[in-house]
């Protein structure tokens, strides 16, 4: 992969997007009304459960879906300690 993204920097294909202003999503973030803010924190955290079952069931196939279940609500707990 580096040695892609080095053939495509030295041909001059590289991307030319540069991130956001500092303040356009602080901007983005103080427009949204609380209910809008919940609704993004709750599609933030389950795409972070989804991805570590995904994560977890690539490691681990052999186990069962309640299991997988398990170990997300593992990681999870340990993480908010």
Do not use: N, Y
């Amino acid at each position: 992969m580096q040695a892609r993204v080095d053939r495509a920097h030295r041909s001059g294909r590289h991307c030319t997007m540069r991130p956001p202003e500092p303040d356009v999503p602080l901007e983005f973030a103080r427009a949204l009304t609380a209910e809008q803010k919940l609704d993004v924190a709750q599609a933030l955290w389950r795409t972070a459960w989804e991805l570590t079952a995904a994560g977890v069931r690539s490691r681990e196939p052999h186990l069962s879906d309640d299991r997988v279940e398990a170990r997300v609500r593992e990681i999870f707990s340990r993480a908010a300690a």
